[in-house]
């Protein structure tokens, strides 16, 4: 087979077409295990407006609950959701479609404080139910609501519409806050900007 006259460009054409993806997987690996050096230091730095989010989005579902309860009644369970006719039956679905979005809610705030809060401490305050509620020291949560937040029952429509009521559901918006509300927990310390030693996690 005899040997084309431009061999030479053929093989620097295809080198040269061969180094763009090669260079695009290098940058994107690079990008990566840059990031996973950072995420640490991210959620960190963006713990603040991370929480303020999703205190919006909490404050937006109480809102709709309570106009659940305002138009429909307090649907407990479907019982009582069949009941009341076929729109109180959608609302009662609706308010079943917002326990799960309390319970991805609530993981991703997990989520943001593992990463900037003491183990212990969190412990202590996820036990008491300061991250969730507010003035629980003062005001005890009824026996069926510290079932929910001891983890030996599931959120239920019930569990929402107490919170909705009671206007005490929160997600405290800084880690600061937290502190306050759970004032008889050890100290949490302060959050690293970057520019000293963390005192979390220690």
């Known amino acids: 087979m005899p040997i084309p006259a431009d061999i030479g460009q053929q093989a ?13 997987r290098e940058a994107l690996t690079t990008a990566v295990a840059s990031l996973k050096r950072h995420v640490g230091y991210l959620r960190t ?5 991370v929480l303020t989010g999703l205190a ?3 404050n937006a579902l109480m809102d709709e609950v309570r106009t659940i309860v305002a ?26 479609a917002m326990v799960r979005e309390v319970d991805a809610l609530r993981a991703t705030q997990r989520e943001v ?11 202590t305050i996820y036990k008491s139910g300061q991250d969730q509620f507010t003035d629980v020291s003062r005001f005890p949560l009824p026996a ?3 079932r929910v937040i001891t983890g030996t029952r599931r959120r239920s429509p019930a569990f929402l519409i107490y919170a909705a009521e009671s206007g005490r559901h929160w997600v405290p918006t800084s880690v600061d806050e937290l502190t ?9 310390g302060s959050a690293d900007d970057g520019s000293s030693a963390s005192s979390f996690n220690h």
């Not at 730095?45 to 407006?49: A, R």
């Not at 404080?113 to 412990?123: K, S």
């Not at 306050?180 to 949490?188: F, L, P, Y």
């Open 12 to 24: 620097v054409d295809a080198y040269t077409a061969a180094l763009g993806p090669a260079s695009e």
């Open 45 to 49: 730095v963006h713990t603040e407006p």
């Open 56 to 58: 919006s989005q909490l």
């Open 71 to 96: 138009t429909h009644g307090r649907l407990v369970d479907g019982e009582s959701a069949i009941d009341a006719g076929t729109e109180a039956v959608e609302a009662f679905t609706r308010l079943r």
């Open 113 to 123: 404080l593992r990463d900037v809060v003491d183990a212990g401490v969190l412990n």
């Open 144 to 146: 069926d609501i510290k």
């Open 180 to 188: 306050a509300e759970a004032s008889g927990a050890v100290d949490i």
